[in-house]
């Protein structure tokens, strides 16, 4: 025991003796003790006993445990809270290799591929690599190609598979699997057009060759600095022979700065029948018509209101309806025709409408009447919400005496004749709606015209909204004994004069005349006549 007692001793002696010359410097600090210690302390510790020893490190912390537990904190700090900062590594889709990038975009579709196609140029190359284009046409169209062998008249069928990609330039199979998408959705749409409906001698699937299309309409308003605000949501409201858009939002920019507004039919470049098309795909765009809106009140007709808003009409098929306390845009609606609607949406650019092209007449020497007689009519009257007429009229005709002043007269109802007078169901009114409001113009309606000729081709269409006003005459029929309102249309191609009677009785609205004057300008060119 004495010797086991007497060398833990020396070995204490030693490394007290170690602490105390580090400790002779002034503020040093021995790492793994609590703090300095004093000479005094450290020297005697080799001649005092082991209790003596150890009062007096006992003493020396305690006198000093401020001290000890700053030098601590410090030590600590210095080693272990303050380590070598590294910089990180700049992670970005764009710095990876493009083997990696290369395995992402096989797992895209096709509408995604030719979005991240458009992020940069390198993006474009990688985008339009043949092995990930084949992989999608394959996958869609199943296709084979035909090998003709030169000693015989044989033929031999082998997958697109097998084909080397080094045979075709970069881009190669997406083009053509645009190209075949294209045509195969421009194969449907006409299929779905062929039919033709014999009372408005328009198709009868026009509704579902706009799914097909995966057609929508925009508009965009263009401030007098030359910024942009486009407006898509929208709903829409298909009747027997147009569609009616509604556009509104609260974040209509102000009506003082706006300068002009364009429609136009937008169709997503790869229709997909299972969803709705992407905002953010590849689209393309064509301009339907332009308005300017700058003096709105001076330019526009003003064609009704209610308690809150404004219509004004802008000719042709728009209508802008403004808040009354803020003259500020509430909502815009478009009424579009179906005729030729598809063709106005689909085949014009973003900055030129699409041109029709002209008509060929068909000369006829034998008919001396020939343009003037046999045309049908088709005529719809509704408020959005509500259908208030939808009618076919035939055997329309003018006679030679009945031309005058530049326009064809073509009775279609008459006052004499009480047996073609048309009642109309319910009180017109045109309804419109905002996110938080809506509510209904009493005396505004949209009318949809379609004037057929002979062979039952559309002469004349149109959707505009109109409206009718208190006429200062009264009625002069006896079976019909109320107030007279008319409603007046004109452009370049003819005009409209419709004749109502409200019976009080009944609570209804009866067209007791209805006259079309056609330009002669348009009969002779549709005809090839001299009228």
């Avoid at 007692?5 to 490394?15: K, S, V, W």
């Avoid at 965009?220 to 486009?230: C, I, P, Q, S, T």
């Amino acid at each position: 025991m004495a010797m086991g007692r007497g060398r833990a001793l020396r070995q204490y002696g030693r490394g007290a003796a170690a602490v105390g010359a580090a400790a002779a410097s002034p503020g040093a600090a021995i790492v793994g003790l609590p703090g300095p210690f004093t000479p005094t302390a450290v020297a005697s510790g080799p001649r005092l006993g082991r209790a003596a020893g150890l009062r007096n490190r006992s003493r020396s912390f305690a006198a000093r445990s401020g001290e000890c537990s700053e030098t601590v904190n410090a030590a600590i700090e210095s080693l272990h809270l303050t380590p070598s900062i590294k910089p990180k590594p700049n992670l970005c889709i764009e710095s990876m290799p493009s083997e990696m990038l290369m395995k992402i975009f096989s797992y895209l579709d096709a509408v995604s591929l030719l979005s991240v196609g458009c992020v940069n140029k390198r993006f474009y190359h990688l985008a339009n690599d043949n092995g990930i284009w084949l992989k999608i046409y394959s996958s869609c169209f199943q296709p084979k190609r035909t090998m003709w062998k030169m000693e015989s008249d044989q033929t031999e069928t082998v997958s697109l598979g097998c084909i080397p990609l080094c045979d075709r330039k970069p881009g190669y199979w997406k083009k053509e699997y645009i190209l075949k998408q294209i045509a195969a959705v421009k194969t449907r749409v006409m299929r779905l057009v062929k039919p033709v409906d014999p009372y408005t001698g328009l198709p009868c699937k026009n509704k579902e060759a706009m799914k097909a299309l995966g057609l929508s309409w925009i508009i965009v308003l263009k401030d007098k600095n030359g910024k942009e605000h486009v407006m898509e949501k929208a709903n829409l409201s298909f009747k027997d022979t147009s569609v009616n858009i509604l556009w509104y939002s609260t974040n209509w920019p102000c009506l003082d700065i706006l300068s002009t507004l364009k429609l136009f039919g937008v169709t997503p470049l790869l229709p997909d029948q299972s969803r709705a098309p992407s905002k953010n795909g590849p689209r393309q765009c064509s301009l339907i018509a332009e308005y300017h809106l700058a003096n709105l009140s001076e330019s526009g007709v003003a064609i009704g209101a209610d308690k809150l808003v404004q219509l004004f009409s802008l000719n042709p098929e728009l209508l802008i309806g403004l808040w009354k306390e803020k003259n500020e845009i509430a909502f815009v609606m478009a009424s579009l025709h179906y005729h030729q609607l598809l063709e106005r949406s689909t085949l014009g650019s973003a900055t030129v409408q699409y041109a029709f092209p002209p008509n060929k007449p068909v000369l006829d020497d034998i008919d001396p009447e020939y343009g003037l007689h046999d045309y049908s009519l088709h005529l719809d009257m509704h408020g959005r919400s509500c259908t208030y007429l939808c009618g076919t009229f035939r055997s329309l005709f003018c006679r030679k005496g009945d031309i005058a002043n530049g326009y064809l007269r073509l009775p279609v109802v008459t006052l004499k004749d009480n047996t073609k007078h048309v009642p109309l169901t319910g009180t017109l009114g045109l309804t419109w709606e905002t996110d938080a409001l809506k509510g209904n113009v009493k005396d505004c309606y949209v009318m949809d015209f379609t004037l057929l000729d002979e062979t039952g081709k559309p002469f004349w269409c149109f959707s505009a909204p109109v409206y009718m006003e208190l006429s200062s005459k009264a009625s002069s029929l006896y079976d019909y004994m109320g107030h007279i309102y008319t409603t007046n249309y004109a452009d370049s191609e003819g005009k409209v004069c419709v004749e109502f009677i409200w019976l009080e009785e009944t609570k209804e609205y009866f067209i007791v005349n209805l006259v079309l004057y056609i330009s002669t300008k348009k009969v002779n060119n549709w005809y090839g006549t001299n009228y």
